[in-house]
């Protein structure tokens, strides 16, 4: 009874999902005639071809803009929280207790209230209509729940390790990369695989910082199947949208025993 239940919820979450599916194989005459129905009348996978190849740019192009952001911005995520982290854990410096709970603070900043000096600021630099918004950032330990994420788990690594490195000769620096990456390979799988759904998935900062076509990532390419002033290719729109929950769906596939570990040790003491 409890496995057909969680069957039964698993169908209702599904649901929405399966329906595009069959939305996107379904004719474009008969795409909202189907009702509520799974199964189209006819199957056909037209709507695949006319959506990668039907616009100036092909959408294979909208994969790949978004797979290097996403890539880029996920080693400069892993990278600058990790070294940030590292620092609040294990290093003692003047002010450490009060700059972490400044960075904890900017947990609480919605992002539109930093949209408009952010944007002044990449204008006056020249990044607009560029990646560079949307990646240089990364690089800097901007986002606070990563960050926040790794000390918790660099909390529970023993600190004796530190001291018998620092006995042998180890600089901070040599701890960093010798010591606390390896034992901390579940948070930053976990940080890793976070950052690059969350870039695969943003739709916002793309669409203020991006206007040339050619840069579009995939969701902005998504978007231009939708025409406020006409007629909008629904077909195409769910066939491309199934396309796009491919790689997400392939990195939680591959990679979700480490998902899990990271999320349940995260914060725990051995």
């Given at each position: 009874?409890?496995?057909?239940?969680?069957?039964?919820?698993?169908?209702?979450?599904?649901?929405?999902?399966?329906?595009?599916?069959?939305?996107?194989?379904?004719?474009?005459?008969?795409?909202?005639?189907?009702?509520?129905?799974?199964?189209?009348?006819?199957?056909?996978?037209?709507?695949?071809?006319?959506?990668?190849?039907?616009?100036?740019?092909?959408?294979?192009?909208?994969?790949?803009?978004?797979?290097?952001?996403?890539?880029?911005?996920?080693?400069?995520?892993?990278?600058?929280?990790?070294?940030?982290?590292?620092?609040?854990?294990?290093?003692?410096?003047?002010?450490?207790?009060?700059?972490?709970?400044?960075?904890?603070?900017?947990?609480?900043?919605?992002?539109?209230?930093?949209?408009?000096?952010?944007?002044?600021?990449?204008?006056?630099?020249?990044?607009?209509?560029?990646?560079?918004?949307?990646?240089?950032?990364?690089?800097?330990?901007?986002?606070?729940?990563?960050?926040?994420?790794?000390?918790?788990?660099?909390?529970?690594?023993?600190?004796?390790?530190?001291?018998?490195?620092?006995?042998?000769?180890?600089?901070?620096?040599?701890?960093?990369?010798?010591?606390?990456?390896?034992?901390?390979?579940?948070?930053?799988?976990?940080?890793?695989?976070?950052s690059f759904i969350?870039?695969?998935?943003?739709?916002?900062?793309?669409?203020?910082?991006?206007?040339?076509?050619?840069?579009?990532?995939?969701?902005?390419?998504?978007?231009?199947?939708?025409?406020?002033?006409?007629?909008?290719?629904?077909?195409?729109?769910?066939?491309?949208?199934?396309?796009?929950?491919?790689?997400?769906?392939?990195?939680?596939?591959?990679?979700?025993?480490?998902l899990i570990e990271?999320?349940?040790?995260?914060?725990?003491?051995?």
């Amino acid at each position: 009874m409890l496995h057909c239940l969680l069957i039964a919820a698993s169908f209702v979450m599904l649901y929405p999902i399966l329906w595009m599916l069959a939305g996107s194989l379904r004719p474009a005459e008969d795409l909202f005639g189907g009702g509520a129905s799974l199964v189209p009348s006819q199957v056909t996978i037209k709507a695949y071809s006319q959506g990668w190849f039907g616009m100036q740019v092909s959408f294979g192009h909208f994969f790949l803009n978004s797979l290097l952001i996403a890539t880029l911005a996920t080693l400069g995520n892993v990278l600058a929280a990790s070294l940030a982290a590292y620092a609040f854990a294990r290093l003692n410096f003047f002010g450490r207790k009060l700059w972490f709970a400044l960075m904890l603070g900017t947990l609480m900043l919605p992002y539109h209230v930093t949209l408009i000096p952010q944007y002044v600021l990449f204008l006056k630099l020249g990044w607009i209509n560029t990646w560079l918004p949307l990646v240089v950032p990364k690089y800097f330990a901007v986002d606070a729940f990563f960050i926040f994420l790794m000390v918790q788990f660099f909390r529970g690594i023993p600190r004796q390790l530190d001291e018998a490195a620092q006995m042998d000769g180890c600089s901070p620096w040599r701890i960093y990369y010798k010591i606390m990456l390896p034992l901390s390979l579940p948070v930053l799988a976990t940080a890793g695989i976070f950052s690059f759904i969350w870039t695969w998935e943003d739709f916002f900062g793309p669409l203020i910082y991006v206007s040339d076509m050619s840069l579009y990532t995939v969701q902005l390419g998504l978007r231009s199947f939708i025409d406020s002033s006409g007629t909008s290719s629904w077909n195409e729109l769910f066939a491309m949208s199934i396309l796009s929950l491919i790689p997400i769906f392939l990195i939680f596939l591959f990679f979700q025993r480490l998902l899990i570990e990271g999320i349940a040790t995260t914060g725990m003491k051995r």
